[in-house]
T-cell receptor
Framework: AQRVTQPEKLLSVFKGAPVELKCNYSYSGSPELFWYVQYSRQRLQLLLR??SRESIKGFTADLNKGETSFHLKKPFAQEEDSAMYYC???????????FGEGTQLTVNP | GAGVSQSPSNKVTEKGKDVELRCDPISGHTALYWYRQSLGQGLEFLIYFQGNSAPDKSGLPSDRFSAERTGGSVSTLTIQRTQQEDSAVYLCASSLTRGGSQPQHFGDGTRLSIL
């Protein structure tokens, strides 16, 4: 079975502060991990994936297999980062994505 | 088209009626997925198509739910004898191929409300 846990439903930070959105997963094989973001009144869109090892909009995420985590980080949050963030996992045997319940990030001015 | 298109964007219907939700994937995308997002919950997988066949239907919650895909393109999700617990946002996604790190591109969803 595969499971994704995002322990924080709500996260509020001030502009310029560092932000970390937590994601832990449960999967017996080697998963692919993704972060999706949904801005207000927009569709869900891919933010980044672990396999690309890229930084998008200043966000990074490192897959830690030992801790089964894929936390999303940004050193200096911006107001436009306010959105709902979903962590998702895809197992090696299939195509479905298993999502966490999401974290609503609010960046205050 | 430029992205995944879903229709209708909103649907309100009475309990017991049947509903059909439509998804038009990105042109050339062979994989198509349906998810459901209920109030206060994350996205829940329903069904996956590769071409016109559905190798994974394991997420369909009951036999009232069915889906088909024709011509390797448009898909319809049908819910028969709707119940109030079917109220949710139904999201469709497509990807170029199955897995292989191909990202899934989502539509805007259909917000279904059962009275």
């Amino acid at each position: 079975a595969q499971r994704v846990t995002q322990p924080e439903k709500l996260l509020s930070v001030f502009k310029g502060a560092p932000v970390e959105l937590k994601c832990n997963y449960s999967y017996s094989g080697s998963p692919e991990l993704f972060w999706y973001v949904q801005y207000s009144r927009q569709r869900l869109q891919l933010l980044l994936r672990h396999i690309s090892r890229e930084s998008i909009k200043g966000f990074t995420a490192d897959l830690n297999k030992g801790e089964t985590s894929f936390h999303l980080k940004k050193p200096f949050a911006q107001e436009e980062d306010s959105a709902m963030y979903y962590c998702a996992l895809r197992g090696t045997s299939g195509s479905r994505l298993t999502f966490g319940e999401g974290t609503q990030l609010t960046v205050n001015p | 088209g430029a992205g995944v298109s879903q229709s209708p964007s909103n649907k309100v219907t009475e309990k017991g009626k049947d509903v059909e939700l439509r998804c038009d994937p990105i042109s050339g995308h062979t994989a198509l997925y349906w998810y459901r997002q209920s109030l206060g919950q994350g996205l829940e997988f329903l069904i996956y198509f590769q071409g016109n066949s559905a190798p994974d239907k394991s997420g369909l919650p009951s036999d009232r739910f069915s889906a088909e895909r024709t011509g390797g393109s448009v898909s319809t999700l049908t819910i028969q004898r709707t119940q109030q617990e079917d109220s949710a946002v139904y999201l469709c996604a497509s990807s170029l191929t199955r897995g292989g790190s191909q990202p899934q591109h989502f539509g805007d969803g259909t917000r279904l409300s059962i009275l």
